[in-house]
């Protein structure tokens, strides 16, 4: 059965880079990765998707290897507002069909400090 | 103003009640999925829906029920049958299928059984 792994929790300091690495060794050819931010008592929100190599945004950076078993969320000089849970998704986004996959990882608690 | 809302925010039944939580979107989405989060756990699937009038269970089915009369509303139902009701709901919409997208979640519900 596929699956996610993330780290359970990470800590920070402001102004650092930040990276969360997923790890999804049964990936399959049709699947992506997507990574969500989620504050307390809120929905999560997208921050990047990627299928391969790299991805850059103006909030974050997506780097997945050639052979796309993990993938790490970069996150640029961190900020206080940036202490959030972040989450890894694996999902055959192109299927339309009934039998959608998605593998939520557990999640990362990322605390930023002062 | 484009989103995705849920209503109500926060709800308190007793034992042995169904009760229906609203999901409605103007996004123009065809797709819509309902997840449950329990206190620092991830987010699991409980139904999707690709298309108006079709769904299907995700990882954790029983004890809820849903439809899809309408593609902008997808309301879920916690039957008296769900041996642990009391989390947190969250509702999202996204382009069916294809290309790079994005899950748009709702506020979330919060149900507590007692």
């Known amino acids: 059965l596929a699956k996610t792994t993330q780290p359970i929790s990470m800590d920070s300091y402001e102004g650092q880079e930040v990276n969360i690495t997923c790890s999804h060794n049964n990936i399959a050819t049709n699947d992506y990765i997507t990574w969500y931010q989620q504050f307390p008592s809120q929905g999560p929100r997208f921050i990047i998707q990627?299928?391969?190599?790299?991805v850059t945004n103006e909030v974050a950076s997506l780097f997945i290897p050639a052979d796309r078993k993990s993938s790490t969320l970069s996150l640029p000089r961190v900020s206080l507002s940036d202490t959030a849970v972040y989450y890894c998704?694996?999902?055959?986004?192109?299927?339309?069909?009934?039998?959608?996959?998605?593998?939520w990882g557990l999640g990362t608690s990322l605390a930023v400090n002062p | 103003d484009g989103g995705i809302t849920q209503s109500p925010k926060y709800l308190f039944r007793k034992e042995g009640q169904n009760v229906t939580l609203s999901c409605e979107q103007n996004l123009n989405h065809d797709a819509m999925y309902w997840y449950r989060q329990d206190p620092g756990q991830g987010l699991r699937l409980i139904y999707y829906?690709?298309?108006?009038?079709?769904?299907q269970k995700g990882d954790i089915a029983e004890g809820y029920s849903v439809s899809r009369e309408k593609k902008e509303s997808f309301p879920l139902t916690v039957t008296s049958a769900q041996k642990n009701p009391t989390a947190f709901y969250l509702c999202?919409?996204?382009?069916?299928?294809?290309?790079?997208?994005?899950?748009?979640f709702g506020p979330g519900t919060r149900l507590t059984v007692t």
């Open positions: 998704l694996v999902d055959d986004i192109g299927n339309a069909g009934n039998n959608r996959k998605l593998i």
């Open positions: 990627g299928y391969k190599t790299k």
């Open positions: 829906s690709q298309i108006v009038n079709d769904f």
């Open positions: 999202a919409s996204s382009i069916r299928a294809g290309g790079l997208y994005e899950q748009y």
